[in-house]
């Protein structure tokens, strides 16, 4: 079993920044992980995707987080974490921890999130 724990949400003023963070733990050497990655999800909409990152360094970014949102990833912790800047009172959601495994099986895994409050 793979755990997933998010840490970093909170409230934040717009145009201020936060730093989500993930870590993967738990039968994480039985499995590959190949991409991690943030998805959010605000009251009332769909789950979203806000940006991945593969093993390998390769990014990928919703446009609204494109140029204001960077994510990066620790290998040997497992750990992916989000820096989210300029934050505008839209963000605000559930932002959601993923982790993808190709092996043994295409495999997702989820955090149980983190509330991003933006407002004044």
């Known amino acids: 079993q793979v755990q997933l724990v998010e840490s970093g949400g909170g409230l934040v003023q717009p145009g201020g920044s936060l730093r989500l963070s993930c870590a993967a733990s738990?039968?994480?050497?039985?499995?590959?992980?190949?991409?991690m990655g943030w998805y959010r999800q605000a009251p009332g909409k769909q789950r979203e995707l806000v940006a991945t990152?593969?093993?390998?360094?390769?990014?990928n970014y919703a446009d609204s987080a494109k140029g204001r949102f960077t994510i990066s990833r620790d290998n040997p912790k497992n750990t992916v974490y989000l820096q989210m800047n300029s934050l505008k009172p839209e963000d605000t959601a559930v932002y959601y921890c993923?982790?993808?495994?190709?092996?043994?099986?295409?495999?997702?895994?989820w955090g149980k999130g983190a509330l991003v409050t933006v407002s004044s």
């Open positions: 993923n982790a993808h495994s190709n092996w043994p099986s295409d495999t997702d895994y």
């Open positions: 738990g039968n994480i050497f039985t499995i590959n992980i190949n991409a």
């Open positions: 990152i593969t093993s390998g360094g390769s990014t």
